[in-house]
């Protein structure tokens, strides 16, 4: 049975993602800026006073709602389990990918904005749980053989990372004018076709 502060927390964390999702909902239908915290407390069914509880600003509710995209892939990879690191990196990307729809590429470009004027380099912290998760995938994909271990399986996972972020900012600059999740999908393609064609060099030479 939960206690009074674990009931806080709970109802705490729901108001929050209670705000994040009426902005969404708002975004989709005109800019972040001409959103309100009146409106966004409106669709939430909250007090401006609530609103300010949780968040000083609309601009820091941007930055927490781009927070949870590492735990929302996590949760997706505990829904599907165990999966060979092939697929367990397609469901990464394709969960990040989804995420950043949900969002919409105009809240998405407003917080990329917000990033580079606050010079925020927090995207590839080896902590991060997306960029760990794909390092793990290419580091159980190398232990098997599957890709090369050179170069390192650090730096595949940076470069897998920038270039998928790459996309992410593409679709924003075309205005969200074609499908993310389709575009990071034949992309990946490309790179488990090098996986595994590396993997097919790495047993003709142990055959060698």
């Known amino acids: 049975m939960e206690d009074y502060q674990q009931r806080r927390q709970r109802m705490a964390a729901h108001t929050q993602q209670a705000i994040l999702n009426a902005a969404m909902e708002l975004c989709r239908d005109k800019s972040f800026d001409k959103v309100s915290v009146r409106d966004i407390c409106h669709r939430a069914g909250i007090t401006t006073g609530a609103f300010y509880h949780h968040f000083p600003s609309k601009e820091a509710m941007l930055a927490r709602g781009f927070s949870s995209l590492d735990e929302y892939i996590k949760q997706e990879l505990q829904k599907q389990g165990p999966q060979q690191p092939a697929q367990r990196l397609a469901l990464i990307l394709t ?14 470009a407003r917080y990329y904005q917000q990033r580079l004027g606050n010079c925020d380099n927090s995207t590839l912290d080896p902590q991060r749980f997306t960029l760990h998760a794909i390092h793990a995938c290419l580091q159980q994909a190398a232990q098997e053989g599957i890709i090369r271990s050179q170069p390192s399986t650090q730096w595949i996972a940076d470069f897998v990372f920038r270039h998928f972020r790459g996309v992410v900012i593409d679709w924003v600059l ?35």
């Open 95 to 108: 969960s990040y990918a989804n995420f950043m729809e949900s969002l919409g590429w105009e809240l998405t």
């Open 174 to 208: 075309n205005q969200g004018s074609y499908s993310l999740i389709e575009k990071l999908r034949q992309d990946y393609r490309f790179f488990e076709s090098a996986f595994q064609n590396g993997g097919a060099e790495i047993e003709q030479s142990e055959r060698d």
